[in-house]
């Protein structure tokens, strides 16, 4: 204790040591404080999971001791499988489970042809529907699971097939025999999803930053959508917009926060993330249209478009709009599309020449810099006509 006393209170170097120690484990919990923890678990070397029937489900009251085991009406376990999660996932990909790769074919059909081939994706049991083409599912089936689960090799199987490169065109005799394309009498044509749209808009305007990982971004969104139901104590109460290559990453990274989930992504039917979805609804409303000609995000991306084409066709405007539709469209105008635009940009051209000021507005609309050697009202009058392709129907289908 008098040792203690001296150097606490007599011993200037431990003091300053003590000093030192206290300023860095303050450090110490401010870092900590500052990042999120992640909890892992891991499983206990040489030991067995143990759980027991509870009496009348009272947790204070087990009964009979049961260990880890499979549906018994299914396939049997493997003999050689370790009673682990890695025992579990070989139980669920033998050769004898043909379910895990038939509805993992099924899921990724949806993705493809916009159906399933069986449509309830969510429920392959008694109540589901049945496949509407059975020997079709079952041979992807094993044709993945015997290519050892390549996912690559499957989608490339289903998009170079002949049954998905046939043109969308319908008619009278399809229609009546075939009205919900479930037997493919014609090209799947539907409404991409929330994030494919506006991934799609931001990779043909050269925006699309492909970067891998990391955390996750906040693009544009309107303004009090987070605060309008977030709790005082919330620390996602106000949101704060990223800048820079963070309002260009993919949809994939954008930060989700489910009781008021990203107002594009909401639009076009995305999932609030409340609940697991396997099947999307799809519904068509004016609030869609709006966003798409109006959210921030677009109109950048159609300026940017814009000052490409003009790069591209050296300032020559009416090549321009050629080259943004075949971009956008992957094909050459037919004569009446070409006559639509070139009214529509002729018609912008004379009101943002009249109007300058309007077509500062515009261009500024955005972070990315527009080009300074580009005539300001003629990047305003193509950036709309760049916006209205964009808007096509045939642009934001499948």
């Known amino acids: 204790q008098a040792l203690n006393y001296y150097l606490s209170t007599r011993y200037r170097p431990f003091q300053d040591s003590q000093k030192l120690v206290a300023s860095l484990d303050q450090e110490k919990g401010a870092i900590r404080m500052k990042y999120p923890v992640t909890h892992v678990q891991i499983e206990k070397q040489n030991s067995e999971p143990m759980a027991a029937v509870l009496f009348r489900g009272q947790y204070d009251k087990p009964r009979d ?79 993945f699971r015997e290519s050892g689960w390549d996912v690559k090799k499957l989608f490339t199987l289903m998009v170079t097939s002949a049954a998905y490169r046939q043109s969308a065109v319908t008619t009278a005799e399809k229609l009546e025999k075939d009205p919900g394309n479930r037997f493919l009498s014609r090209g799947p044509r539907f409404r991409m999803d929330a994030e494919m749209i506006r991934d799609y808009a931001l990779a043909i305007s050269g925006l699309l930053v492909p970067k891998i990982g990391g955390p996750s971004v906040k693009p544009y969104q309107p303004e009090g959508v987070w605060e309008a139901v977030a709790m005082p104590e919330s ?88 080259f943004m539709a075949k971009s956008v469209l992957a094909r050459d105008l037919r004569s009446g599309e070409s006559a639509v635009l070139r009214d529509t940009l002729s018609r912008l051209t004379t009101y943002y020449d009249a109007h300058p000021e309007e077509a500062g507005k515009l261009v500024k609309i955005g972070e990315a810099t527009s080009s300074t050697s580009i005539r300001t009202t003629q990047l305003a009058a193509l950036t709309l006509v760049a916006n209205q392709i964009l808007n096509l129907d045939e642009a934001l289908t499948k």
């Open 65 to 143: 001791k049961v260990g880890a085991d499979v549906v018994g009406a299914l396939h049997k376990f493997p003999s050689e499988a370790p009673r682990n999660r890695l025992g579990l996932a070989k139980w669920l990909t033998s050769p004898e489970n043909a379910l895990t790769a038939r509805v993992t074919v099924n899921r990724f059909w949806q993705e493809v042809f916009g159906t399933g081939l069986v449509k309830t994706v969510e429920d392959f049991g008694a109540t589901g529907e049945n496949p509407s083409n059975q020997a079709l599912l079952d041979w992807l089936a094993v044709e």
């Open 235 to 322: 620390n996602t109460k106000r949101y704060q917009r990223d800048s820079g290559e963070s309002l260009y990453r993919r949809s994939l990274y954008t930060f989700w926060k489910r009781a008021a989930p990203p107002a594009l992504m909401d639009i076009f039917n995305a999932p609030s993330r409340e609940t697991c979805t396997v099947r999307r609804e799809r519904t068509n409303t004016p609030l869609q249209a709006l966003a798409t000609l109006n959210d921030p995000q677009f109109v950048e991306a159609a300026r940017k478009l814009a000052e490409t084409a003009l790069v591209q066709s050296q300032g020559d405007s009416k090549k321009a709009v050629a």
